[in-house]
């Protein structure tokens, strides 16, 4: 059973290059980031409300992503975007980034994110959450289709 | 008597500059943005206790800038920040950005900022706010000298 | 006559906002920037060409803004941008910023930009130069209509 | 042996923090790479001179990221960088963030760089290039010692 994609189209501008004429390469890591945030609005969940309404934040504790082609500015590119893990506590997001422009893969990332709330004893602390039923719910009705932001 | 003046010094780096090799100018306004916080604890009187106990925040509803001449990579720059004007709600942070490495005056700049609360009855509507007097003695206090950050 | 226009429509993300829920201003700047280049490309006229044909840079040497009113993330603006003057060997744009969520102003922005080129003999000096024929003429016969990118 | 590391302490600000009021996680990504080109620079190897003269550049392939608690505005940072492995083509560098402020870890971080030239019969691609000797040199020498900048 497919996973719900949402995809999203960033335009490279010249203020997101660097130097090297080439798309600053933690600027695809906010793309990516943004490109979360897209997949929860998608299904219903946007993290703001979940933030609001709840207090539950997922930040990223892990990241990693491999970078297989440079983007530049003028470039098109797609960054789609899914779960691929649902843990009791976390959840894995994938992205992958494809230059429309060119053809080429930009990039493969996986985030790995995790439930927290605010201690209410501790201002300040984080404690870990369990990843709400509804929420894992809504992204298994979005599924087999995709969203285009 | 001469305003106190904050200086900060920032170190350009290479994913600060745009393609034309140069400190992408955003980042320069940015810098701007984060000399007038240092500017605030400099006196004693840091935007984030402000907001925390007080509820008022600063933002910026005008701004300035005249462009001289271009910083790069490597180039460490100074911005040198004090309180031009004071008005009854509102005041001016004026900023000199001059090229360390080049001795060159990159930028000149004035922000108007005002004092704004949340409105208890509206949330997300802000109202303005009269400058605290006690903000505005610690900038008074503190005239005559320059501290380095 | 009316001058050409060209909109850009930009999805405020979380990203974008700072600790005060807003859109980070330099970020409002880096929009700015973006729109101008959009611009050139709706009559034709690249920024990315004129420098890689010509040598031509149009850098900011001005910039004025007023802030209305803030976007915060999930709010969708509209920058429109047009030129507004033609100097000799300099010109002026003009952006307004409008939040299409909530109808309001945001800002309203000028930049200065001058026509430059690297000086052959002083690789790093920049040389003003006169505003090109063709690239006047091109927005000329762009106006009367708006281009929405 | 241990190798060569070089420290640089950077500040967190307003601005580089998100509406959850810490450093928005793309923000490190960019102080991580700021980070490496301080290391090149404290070994005599600044990654400038080695596009000017060489025309060699060292593009990220890969990076992995555990982030373990966040950092807030007015934390200091201490990112602590050095080479942990040297392939033929390719290299990584590691990275360690400290919260000063706190003393907590913020993160760890390791990304996979590869040496890379414009292919000259091919503008636009490019090509891997061995990693050269004097530079693999100038960190050995640079060894068992720590660089402040």
Redesign the interface.
């Known amino acids: 059973m497919p996973a719900r994609i949402s995809r999203r189209r960033v335009r490279v ?3 997101d ?6 798309a ?4 695809l ?2 793309w990516i ?2 490109s979360t ?1 897209h997949l929860f609005e998608s299904v219903g969940f ?3 409300d979940l ?1 609001a309404s709840r207090g539950i ?1 997922v ?9 297989h082609s ?1 983007a530049t ?2 470039d098109e590119i797609d960054v789609d975007s899914h779960i691929v893990r649902w843990g009791s506590k976390s959840f894995d997001v994938q992205h992958r980034i494809t230059n429309v422009t060119t053809g080429d893969a930009v990039a493969e990332a996986t985030e790995t994110r995790v439930c927290v709330k605010l201690d209410p004893n501790h201002p300040k602390k984080l404690v870990s959450q369990v990843v709400p039923d509804d929420m894992r719910l809504a992204f298994a009705r979005g599924d087999a289709f995709t969203t285009v932001i």
């Open positions: 501008e010249f203020g290059c660097d130097p090297a004429q080439i600053y390469y933690p600027n890591i906010a980031d943004h945030h946007p993290v703001r933030q934040q930040p990223v504790v892990g990241l990693n992503v491999r970078f440079p500015w003028g």
